[in-house]
């Protein structure tokens, strides 16, 4: 009999009533910073994953296909649709707006003029969910891929 009245005594020392409540609101701005900020990296590295994928296709569509300089605004045009295909492949409802892609190329000449190479740079803004303290609420994310042309 006495243990029974030793665990009434250690479980009465009070109401716990609103306990959980406190233990909520000191915990939830730190769960939603941490969920927020999660939200935000993964959509960073999608879009930085997406970028790169973008100046890849550019790059490998350049190194197959020369172009003259009549034909350069062309080959420009086609290399940027190459680039938003690329972007827009990801997903059917993509978030990238073909507006703010820019998409550039360079070609150089080995010595020789024998073998070429094509850089193809493509950027593009990133922006966060949540204007982050030391952190800027834009980036522009920029890849540059390099190939060999093959043709």
Known sequence: MRNMSNRREIRS?????GVATIELMLILPVLMTMIL???????F?????????AAR????????????????PLFEAQLRQAALDE??????SSPFDPA???VASTRSFDPGNVLWRVRVD?????????????????????????MRGIR
Request: proline share 10%.
């Open 13 to 17: 020392h009070g109401p716990r009533r």
């Open 37 to 43: 900020g999660a939200i935000d990296f993964g959509r």
């Open 45 to 53: 590295a999608y879009s930085y994953i997406a970028v790169t994928n």
């Open 57 to 72: 296709a550019a790059a490998g569509y350049a190194s197959m296909n020369p172009y003259t300089p009549t034909t350069q």
């Open 87 to 92: 972007l827009s492949a990801v997903d059917a």
């Open 100 to 102: 703010k892609v820019t």
């Open 122 to 146: 493509v950027t593009y803004p990133f922006e966060t969910v949540v204007p982050w303290p030391g952190i800027p609420d834009q980036i522009d994310l920029q890849r540059s891929v390099e």
